[in-house]
């Protein structure tokens, strides 16, 4: 039957215990140069909002925004109101969401490398499209071959880490990858606050400097070693030995090496993941893959990362003031990521989420109710007022970066057994994307609508995604990648729906083969 739909879901022996190894220098090194590919998106995520309040470029593309900005009486909600300037920001995630859906094959065909070399010369040739662009047609057609770069990117780069990193520290070495884009969102407010200063080119070279980045990513991506799971899948397995032994610093790998040939002869049997993946025993992943990272976008932190100079200067903020606010921003969402690394393999993910997510909801409310009662559509924040609440942004910048920033990434990333691995990855970032579409394109149009409700709104999304985590996601710390099936199998809620023993039937041909792998 064609998609083994009946294919066995993931490796169920438990043979952690047996893990041997340590943290070698090499796995460090492997982490951070594939972790660099975050860093693009982080910086597109920081540049978009500092160039769009860049007096020559609204001028040349968005001459209508900028009348409508520098009107004197104008609605301070709705002042940079438009859909072709929130087009602008959201293309390249419309973009990213279509091109994951070709990365997970060649992800899973091809390898990881693969897909991080395709991310990174779509980024070199989306940077320079940008900064050179004389129109929106090519504006926009830079902007998309940006999405593109992200949709492989996004879909290969958590998975490289997740099978690259020890079972014990696989939590803080994933979040490399978020550490790598609020290194981005930070370094893209840092150059938006110098090049503002450029007058009429300092735009372009906002844009363009998205290929330094790149480059490092497509050059990382040549010299990377394939991980040892994507190997021994695609049939290399002393190959696969070889680098398990090097990244782990020990021959003595034989547990570990046996769990990836078991999910390995498992996957292969796996023709179609896609369908695979909405089978009742994958229920609890596909369920994850599609909240987790719904949520994280849900949480608001796009809409204040993308447009936070515009955002600060429709409280009142001058120019550079605002973008002075933005970098300040950037800066704590990165320091907040290394208090998540440092912690995540100590207290586990769900202690990180439901604490950042209580932290949330208080600076979402608070904030709406300072712009609720100080802030009318034609007037002023006060200084006090408008300090106070750079202040209360940052402390949300904070909790979303040692909380849902870096654990929206890595808790689908480490959940899904090979044979759907990618296939889960894929529809991660996929969901991913298409929600930060929707708020890109949405935000400048909810922040007129709703005014101080729209933090409100955020608020009240938290909410609903704390209690999910505190209800449904069972911990998944010190669980080694290809042995998750058994964390479903003990929590309350999921072991009744993946150890409904109807879903495990198989034909027999199916149960000798894995009783022979075994």
């Not at 022996?13 to 190894?21: I, P, S, T």
């Not at 099978?163 to 696989?170: C, I, K, S, W």
């Not at 021994?232 to 040939?261: N, P, Y």
């Not at 058994?486 to 999921?494: N, T």
Request: aromatic share 12%.
């Amino acid at each position: 039957m064609a998609g083994g739909s009946f294919a066995p879901a993931g490796v169920a022996k438990d043979r952690a215990e047996q893990y041997e190894g340590k943290v070698t220098a090499y796995v460090i090194i492997a982490c951070i140069v594939a972790a660099v590919g975050g860093s693009i998106f982080g910086y597109d995520i920081g540049i978009s909002g500092g160039v769009t309040s860049m007096d020559a470029f609204l001028t040349k593309f968005f001459p209508s925004v900028y009348q409508k900005k520098k009107h004197s009486h104008e609605n301070n909600y709705c002042k940079f109101n438009d859909q072709g300037l929130a087009a602008f920001t959201s293309s390249l995630y419309l973009a990213g969401l279509v091109a994951t859906l070709f990365a997970s094959p060649v992800t899973r065909m091809y390898g990881r490398r693969i897909s991080i070399i395709c991310g990174g010369l779509s980024f070199l040739v989306g940077a320079a499209l940008n900064a050179l662009a004389f129109n929106f047609v090519m504006l926009l057609s830079g902007r998309i071959m940006l999405g593109v770069g992200i949709g492989f990117g996004n879909q290969a780069i958590p998975l490289y880490l997740s099978e690259m990193a020890p079972t014990h520290l696989r939590g803080g070495l994933n979040m490399m990858f978020q550490l790598a884009t609020t290194l981005g969102i930070f370094s893209a407010n840092m150059i938006n606050y110098g090049t503002s200063k450029l007058d009429k080119w300092g735009w372009r070279l906002s844009l363009g400097l998205a290929a330094a980045p790149a480059l490092l990513m497509t050059v990382g991506g040549i010299l990377l070693p394939e991980t040892p799971n994507s190997l021994i899948e695609q049939g290399s397995r002393e190959k696969g030995r070889k680098v398990l032994e090097r990244i782990r610093g020990t021959q003595h790998v034989d547990a570990e090496f046996q769990d990836m040939i078991d999910a390995s002869e498992l996957a292969n049997s796996v023709k179609h993941p896609f369908r695979n993946i909405l089978e009742k025993r994958n229920r609890p992943q596909l369920v994850m893959a599609i909240c987790m990272p719904m949520f994280q976008i849900l949480t608001g932190i796009n809409s204040i990362l993308f447009y936070a100079p515009v955002l600060f200067q429709s409280m009142g903020f001058k120019g550079n003031a605002s973008l002075y606010s933005s970098a300040l921003t950037g800066a704590v969402l990165a320091l907040s990521t290394l208090v998540s690394i440092a912690t995540v393999d100590k207290l586990g993910r769900r202690v990180l989420l439901i604490g950042g997510g209580i932290q949330m909801i208080i600076c979402q409310v608070i904030v709406g109710i300072i712009l609720g009662l100080k802030f009318g559509t034609d007037q002023k924040l006060s200084e006090a007022y408008s300090i106070a609440v750079v202040v209360i942004i940052c402390l949300f910048v904070a909790a979303f970066g040692w909380s849902w920033g870096p654990l929206g990434w890595t808790v689908p990333s480490e959940i899904f057994p090979l044979e759907t691995r990618s296939a889960g990855q894929s529809i991660t970032v996929a969901v991913n994307l298409f929600f930060t579409f929707i708020i890109a394109q949405s935000f400048l149009s909810l922040l007129c609508g709703l005014k101080f409700g729209l933090f409100l709104f955020f608020a009240g999304w938290i909410t609903v995604m704390t209690i999910f985590v505190y209800v449904f996601l069972p911990e998944t710390k010190g669980v080694p990648i290809e042995e998750m099936m058994l964390m479903w199998q003990r929590h309350w809620f999921w072991k009744k729906i993946v150890s409904d023993e109807e879903s495990y039937e198989r034909p027999r041909n199916l149960l000798e083969m894995e009783q022979q792998v075994r």
